[in-house]
């Protein structure tokens, strides 16, 4: 898409039935599109429509740079639209695109986290609790630290162990009431490699973790948004989504994998 509006996308929602999505920005706006799929379900066309900015609690556009940084995105079953932002760290609901944002209640813990390494991604289970991780480690176990907002409250059930450079950036609980995770190896300015596990989770803990890709370096941009849905042929499918970062050395990638 022409326009400086175009990249920086580092959250996505798919819907149920592959066919439309939203994205989220890093620079406070919100996109809509379609998918065209052929007869396998492959994407062979996105077609996007226009960008929206999200507002703030005044119903302004949100005009710091530093508030603006979207990462984690989420959609409830009755279209409310949860945007995580790391910049400060905060989730904010929205009724719908056009909406002024409304408070998720803060969260103490929130305030300590890293400015560029806060709330990257976002979650919503299958009873309708609110997920969401922080891509910094807690800094002595390693781990990271699930938060969880249930019934009004916030707590902090579990943590998702730290396996090696990887850090959480996506979020999805799937079809199967799985929580997917996209982890993020950033070594250097322009190689990636990513890694998705997977967890059962109940209420008090977390557990069967399995490894479910993990790509070589290079292979693959930026990838930090995740949505994870069932196609009409019973498949778990991930669709994610790159973080250009604005830069031209980079690029915007639907990068989609069918588990088997």
């Known amino acids: 898409m022409p326009g400086e509006a175009f990249g920086g996308f580092s959250g996505i929602e798919v819907s149920p039935d592959g066919s439309s999505f939203h994205a989220i920005t890093d620079e406070g706006r919100l996109l809509t599109g379609s998918f065209e799929r052929d007869s396998a379900g492959r994407v062979i066309r996105m077609n996007p429509g226009g960008f929206v900015r999200l507002k ?86 390693g781990d990271h630290s699930v938060y969880r907002f249930r019934d009004g409250g916030w707590s902090v059930p579990f943590a998702i162990p730290g396996r090696g450079n990887f850090r959480p950036v996506g979020a999805d609980f799937g079809p199967d009431g799985l929580l997917y995770i996209l982890e993020r190896y950033n070594i250097g300015l322009l190689a990636f490699a990513s890694r998705v596990r997977r967890f059962k989770v109940s209420d008090e803990e977390i557990g069967n973790e399995e490894l479910i890709l993990e790509t070589p370096i290079g292979a693959y941009d930026n990838l930090e948004g995740l949505s994870v849905w069932r196609d009409s042929g019973g498949y778990i499918r991930l669709t994610m989504i790159s973080d250009d970062n604005f830069s031209h050395q980079q690029r915007t990638e639907i990068v989609e994998f069918r588990l088997p």
């Open 56 to 141: 703030d609690l005044d119903g302004k556009p949100i005009a710091s740079g530093r508030e603006r940084d979207a990462e984690g995105l989420a959609i409830g079953e009755d279209g409310t639209l949860l945007v995580s932002f790391e910049g400060v760290n905060r989730i904010w609901a929205y009724c719908s695109p056009a909406c002024r944002a409304r408070w998720v209640p803060a969260y103490r813990r929130f305030i300590g986290l890293t400015a560029n390494a806060g709330l990257e991604a976002l979650a919503i289970g299958p009873d309708g609790s609110l997920y969401t991780l922080a891509e910094a480690p807690d800094s002595r176990s």
